[in-house]
Structures are given as C-alpha cells and as structure tokens.
C-alpha cells in the first residue's frame, strides 16, 4: 500500500480558499511556472492536436500553451472545486480519468510534490499519451524551504525536547530523473533552477505560503493551532540563522522542470555496445597503443 504522506482532502479545502479570497501578488509562483512551461514548449518545433493541464487553478498555463501551437487544451485541478472560467475538470493526478493514448502533450504545474504516489502520477501521465508525445512538468524538490525546516526544528527542540513535521519532504533532481525512466518514458531530462527570495519576516513567509494554498498539508503533522509563542521563536530563530544585514530573510525555492517522451519507433536510440563505425583514437586522430606504451 502506499504510504499517505499528504492530506489531500486538506489540500483541496486550502487551495479552495485561497483561490477565493486570492491575495494580490500570491499567485507569483504559479506565474513564473507557467512562463518557464510555455518557453519550454515553444521550443518543441511540433504542433499538439491535444494537451492536458494539470495545476492551472487560474487558467494562465493553460491560456498560454493555447496561444501555441495547441489545437485544443484540457484544463484540470488537483482536487479542487470552482476553478476560473470553464471546461475545467476536477481530477486526481495519480488516477487520470481518461484513456490511454489521449493526449499527445501533458503538462503539469506544482501538483506533483503533493503525489503520495509519485511514480504512479507519472505512469499516469505517461499512460495517456500517444506514442511519440510529450509530457513536461515543474515541481518543488530539493531544498525547498529548508530555511523554514530549520527553524521549526530548532524552536520545537527547545520547547518540548521534539519536532513534529512541518514542511513536506522535497524529491531531489537525481531522483527525479529515474523516475521518468521508471515510469517508462523515453529521453528523460531533470533539471533545477535554485532560486533564493526574500521576505520581511518568516511570518510573511507564511502568510505568503497560506495565501498560496501551500502551507502544510503532511498527514502526520501535529493537530490543533499553532500557539503564537511557537511562531514567535520561529521567527526568532528564523531571522537570527537567515536574515541579511537589512532585515529581511531568505528562503529557498529549488524548482525541477521534467520532460519526457511516450515511446515511439521513430525516435533516437542509443546504439548497441561495440557497434560504432570508428574507433574513438581514430577520431581523435591518436596513434594505435602497443603493450610497450
């Protein structure tokens, strides 16, 4: 069975509220997303006749890629109700509601870090692709948030001698990699963009991540409120590790774009062991070794 790391009936009720009440500026996330998900698909030289959008609470991914070279675009939600605009379906990544072979172009926008079953989200995804079609995604991995970790270790250390989880566990790029090949699609590509922002306090980190629909969702994270001295010496401790010399504080934010490719006849493979043409010294133009060398 797989282990539930995520409470995603929780995370459907907090993205829920927080596209409802939808603070200006909170959404910055899922824009830089959507442009880097768009770039990367213009410089795909094909035309999609059908795309699948997976993490597009407010439409912008999926408005983009449509403005490409797309035919039609399928918007679905992790999870969530009352998504902007319409035909929008509401789904669960790990168990897509379609047939095999019913897109050629997935794309999915921050919904994989919250898959229990991440291999399974991405045979998923791999399943209902057509032959030769592409899926490309972004997720939070690596050391996401390890600032915020730190702290709330640190300041639950010094209260009660414990820690409870506080931030969910982060795939890394090498990981991801082999999951892509796992799950069966052909030239996998992971890689990471590191980026550092920065904030006035840890507290407006959190309300930043509220406001995201993005604060904690861990199955087993520790129940009831969060008493406001906790906060405060999380805080503390927070600004007094990270902070820079004019008072704000840093916070890590590694994002992994994925790419890969249903199989298909047509594409390049690796060739066999021992069936190159030329031997490497003569491309090099080297002189054949002797045991006397």
């Known amino acids: 069975m797989t282990p539930v790391i995520f409470d995603r009936s929780l995370l459907a009720r907090r993205r829920a509220r927080a596209l409802a009440e939808r603070k200006p500026g909170a959404d910055f996330l899922l824009t830089l997303v959507a442009d880097d998900l768009a770039d990367r698909l213009a410089a795909v030289d094909r035309r999609f006749s059908r795309a699948l959008v997976i993490g597009d609470p407010t439409g912008l991914l999926a408005a983009r890629i449509a403005a490409g070279r797309v035919d039609e675009v399928v918007r679905a939600d992790l999870l969530v109700s009352g998504l902007d605009g319409g035909g929008a379906l509401v789904l669960d990544d790990e168990a897509l509601p379609f047939v095999g072979g019913a897109f050629d172009l997935v794309v999915s926008s921050l919904a994989l870090q919250f898959a229990n079953d991440l291999p399974g989200a991405l ?7 057509k032959p030769d079609g592409l899926f490309l995604g972004v997720l939070a991995g690596g050391d996401t948030l390890t600032e915020l970790r730190q702290a709330f270790l640190q300041a639950e250390s010094r209260r009660s001698g414990g820690a409870s989880p ?13 999951l892509l090949q796992r799950a069966g699609f052909a030239l996998p590509v992971a890689d990471q963009d590191r ?16 406001a995201m629909g993005a604060s904690s969702v861990l199955a ?8 406001p001295a906790l906060m405060a010496e ?7 590790m990270f902070g820079d ?15 890969g490719w249903a199989p298909h006849e047509s594409q390049q493979k690796p060739l066999r062991p021992g069936s190159a043409k030329m031997r490497l010294a003569d491309a090099l133009k080297m002189p054949p070794r002797t045991e006397d060398d």
């Open 123 to 129: 045979i998923e995804a791999r399943r209902v692709l």
């Open 166 to 178: 506080r931030v969910a566990p982060m795939a890394e790029v090498r990981d991801l990699g082999g």
């Open 195 to 210: 980026l550092t922002l920065r904030y006035s306090s840890a507290l407006a980190l959190m309300d930043d991540l509220k």
């Open 220 to 227: 087993d994270r520790r129940r009831g409120l969060t008493g």
């Open 234 to 240: 999380v805080a503390a401790i927070y600004q007094e």
């Open 245 to 259: 010399p004019d008072g704000r504080v840093r916070a890590s934010l590694s994002l992994v774009s994925l790419s």
